[in-house]
């Protein structure tokens, strides 16, 4: 019986200690990134295009384009990817 329940516990914090790691791991890579960075690749991962972008940001294509050398340049592709889509769920 006491198996059994510890087994079930384990069954029921794995999954919430699983969110709440990535959660920090996500928050931990964004924390990496400017302000103007994270809004960048927030749009970016959004599907928008890097000529919407700098038209919603007030900046130029180019400004865009270094931004995103500078996000690729602070995070590996796997873990942005991973992280933000958990940090920027779609709207």
Do not use: C, W
């Not at 791991?25 to 919407?52: D, P, W």
């Not at 700098?54 to 294509?61: E, G, K, P, T």
């Amino acid at each position: 019986m006491n198996g059994e329940f510890f087994a079930d516990g384990l069954k029921k914090a794995r999954p919430q200690y699983e969110r709440t790691t990535a959660d920090l791991h996500a928050q931990r890579l964004k924390e990496r990134l400017s302000e103007r960075e994270n809004q960048v690749l927030q749009l970016l991962i959004g599907g928008f295009t890097g000529r919407e972008i700098a038209s919603r940001l007030n900046i130029s294509v180019r400004t865009v384009d270094v931004y995103r050398v500078l996000i690729n340049q602070k995070l590996d592709e796997s873990e942005s990817t991973f992280a933000f889509t958990r940090s920027y769920p779609p709207s």
